[in-house]
């Protein structure tokens, strides 16, 4: 008996950053230093296990065939708990982090490329991110070696 398996390789890029800069601000100095069009798209990545959703900007690259997303690795999020269960209890709300990527925290920012694209343009990108003063740092990742890529199929 011939046994099949099938290997899906990831077919995308991705570009960690470093940034402090709220996410409507990173895609808009995106878009002046990369002359790209990032918008915000109308889905987020949503976790309703996890409590929390993951804002999306999208550029969608027609002509060479290529989506660029940008997608925050971070979620700050209210969270409830009851203090007690006597007379005096009460619900205290404060304030817990959820990480996209948990795996890569001190990563702000994730660039995600679908489409062909040359490593000698990937690294064209991530020097023009490197020149931008809001951002402190931009890399390459490789996504086999992350434990939940699954979240960044979308």
């Known amino acids: 008996m011939q046994i099949h398996s099938l290997d899906l390789v990831d077919d995308y890029s991705l570009i960690g950053i470093h940034s402090s800069e709220e996410d409507y601000k990173l895609a808009y100095l995106l878009n002046f230093h990369l002359n790209t069009k990032f918008t915000k798209s109308n889905i987020n990545l949503d976790f309703k296990n996890r ?4 804002p999306i900007f999208e550029f969608i690259d027609e002509k ?10 971070k979620c700050i999020g209210n969270t409830s708990a009851n203090t007690g269960t006597n007379l005096f209890s ?18 702000d920012y994730f660039i995600k490329i679908e489409g062909e694209v040359s490593n000698i343009e990937l690294f064209k990108t991530i020097e023009k991110l490197n020149k931008i003063n809001q951002i402190v740092a ?15 199929i979308f």
């Open 51 to 54: 409590n929390a959703s993951f």
């Open 64 to 73: 060479n065939q290529v989506a660029n997303y940008l997608i925050s690795n």
């Open 90 to 107: 009460k619900n205290e709300f404060f304030s817990s982090t959820s990480y996209l990527i948990s795996e890569k925290k001190n990563v």
């Open 138 to 152: 931009s890399y390459t990742i490789n996504p086999n070696k992350l434990n939940s890529k699954d979240f960044l």
